[in-house]
């Protein structure tokens, strides 16, 4: 540590100290005195008249010498303001874990969930657990309603009869419209974030299901390659009712996996929007 300026000058001295020249002509006084005092007693016989003194005059006295100029003393340096001492650093966010995970993964998808069809996804307990069985299921092409559970489309399935056929109505693709949009405008920068930050606990979940925790990628590619690869048909689809469910007169189409059926229902523009999400998800994932 540097000392103070001020602490570092010192005191000066005194000038030339007291004046010597009142003191010499006392001294010659005193001696005077002295004399006179001790050869002042009484003889028998007077003495004869002694001389007048003669006095010598006193020196003259010497003017007082100047006084020498006292030395110049700077001015004390102010000492510099101390740095305002940092912030304290914000102590480590503890890791995250299944179990506390639910907050955190709200908080990173709010913005992007926060209103809409899919908002109610976010309101779930064990989201991560959820999210990771959903991807196992859509990589195989099945779908986990239960699992993430959304607001119910409006209306119900519609079909318009065409002599002897029924076909499914274009008037029922706009009950998915919705559900469309808000997918079509999720954040791929902001998706692809969570998933880095989640990734540990997406395998961890994954592999509570009984697969190797490191084959979580590639489940997430193959439902996302599920959706790609989902046929768009603009030709009116004929179906027929079985029991109380509809089911596609097409053995080709019947035997679609489930995801694809599900596309095919909310029709041949919200399929396309869906699959360009899926297409820009899945190269951004592939191009870290």
Not at 149 to 161: H, L, S
């Amino acid at each position: 540590m540097q000392a103070d300026p001020s602490e570092r000058i010192s005191e000066p001295g005194l000038a030339g100290g007291p004046p010597m020249v009142p003191i010499l002509a006392g001294l010659v006084v005193l001696v005077v005195l002295a004399v006179w005092w001790f050869s002042s007693g009484e003889d028998e016989e007077p003495a004869p008249p002694e001389p007048a003194p003669v006095v010598e005059p006193e020196p003259a006295a010497l003017p007082d010498p100047e006084p020498e100029p006292a030395p110049d003393i700077p001015e004390p340096t102010p000492a510099p303001e101390p740095e305002p001492a940092p912030a304290p650093a914000p102590p480590p966010e503890p890791p995250l874990t299944l179990e506390t995970s639910d907050a955190a993964l709200r908080e990173q998808l709010g913005p992007a969930l926060a209103v809409g069809p899919l908002a109610p996804v976010l309101q779930a307990d064990n989201l991560v657990e959820r999210g990771a069985a959903v991807l196992d299921g859509l990589s195989r092409g099945v779908l986990q309603y239960k699992l993430l559970p959304v607001i119910p489309p409006e209306g119900k399935f519609a079909v318009r009869k065409r002599g002897n056929q029924a076909l499914m109505d274009p008037v029922g693709f706009r009950r998915y419209d919705s559900y469309a949009r808000a997918i079509e405008s999720l954040d791929t920068a902001l998706l692809v974030a969570a998933f880095n930050r989640f990734r540990p606990l997406l395998e961890e979940a994954y592999a509570m299901l009984g697969y190797e925790a490191e084959d979580f990628d590639n489940a997430l590619i193959r439902g996302l390659d599920r959706v790609i690869e989902a046929p768009v048909i603009e030709r009116p689809i004929e179906i027929r009712k079985v029991e109380a469910v509809y089911k596609y007169e097409d053995p080709n189409l019947e035997r679609l996996p489930e995801v694809h059926k599900q596309l095919l229902r909310m029709g041949p523009e919200n399929t396309r929007r869906i699959q360009a999400q899926a297409r820009a998800l899945r190269s951004a994932l592939l191009s870290q």
